[in-house]
Every structure is written in C-alpha cells, then in structure tokens.
Nanobody, 126 residues
Framework: QVDLVESGGGSVQSGGSLRLSCVGTNYMFSVSCMAWFRQAPGKEREGVASIGTDASTDYAESVKGRFTISRDNAKNTLNLQMDVLKPEDTAMYYC????????????????????WGRGTQVTVSS
C-alpha cells in the first residue's frame, strides 16, 4: 500500500519561510511525477509545483520566485521550500504522485495524480 506523509507545516508571519517534506513508502519515487497542491477553506484544490523524474519543474504563477520544489529519490522524499510567505498562501498542503516519468502540462489538475498524502496545514498571518 502506497503511503505519502507530509510534514513541516506550521504557523508563520508574513514574509517568513517554511519547508515542507513528503516521505513515500511502498512507492517507486525514482520514476514518478511528484507535485504539491494546496486547498484553502471554501476553495478548490490547486496545483502549486511539480517535479518530474528528470527534475524538470513547473510552478503556479502565484508562487514563482518564492517556492522551490525538489526531490531526493534515494530518500523517497519530496520537498517544498516556501519563502516570502503571504497570508494568501494559507492552506492545507498535499503531496501528490503519479507513476509517470515526466509531468504532463496538466499536472495541476488533481485528477492527474494517483496517490495523495493526508496534508499538512500552513498558516501565514499578516
């Protein structure tokens, strides 16, 4: 059974930083499109960043230049470094995965991903 577990969420002030991690078990991290999504109360789940097996990355416009996605296949770990956080970044953040070498252009669609973590809460206060 595939299991993705996120950690690193918390409460920070505007302008602060957080680093999220997602550790996978029973899953071939080395050949997978991985992504971070977030969902704020009353809003749809949205794609934040993706990274392919070849380390190619893509970001939502709202986080470009502030967030950095990375992966460590040897440790089955996906990371999201979040800097210059804003109150609008407040949401539950989820790790997602699909066993495909490269992330397709529609990676930001939640239905593209097969596996999901349970989420970690990020709260940014002004």
């Amino acid at each position: 059974q595939v299991d993705l577990v996120e950690s690193g969420g918390g409460s920070v002030q505007s302008g602060g930083s957080l680093r999220l991690s997602c550790v996978g078990t029973n899953y071939m991290f080395s050949v997978s499109c991985m992504a971070w999504f977030r969902q704020a109360p009353g809003k749809e789940r949205e794609g934040v960043a993706s990274i392919g097996t070849d380390a190619s990355t893509d970001y939502a416009e709202s986080v470009k230049g502030r967030f950095t996605i990375s992966r460590d296949n040897a440790k089955n770990t996906l990371n999201l470094q979040m800097d210059v956080l804003k109150p609008e970044d407040t949401a539950m953040y989820y790790c997602a995965a699909v066993p495909i070498y490269r992330c397709a252009g529609r990676w930001y669609n939640p239905s593209y991903h097969r596996y999901w973590g349970r989420g970690t809460q990020v709260t940014v206060s002004s």
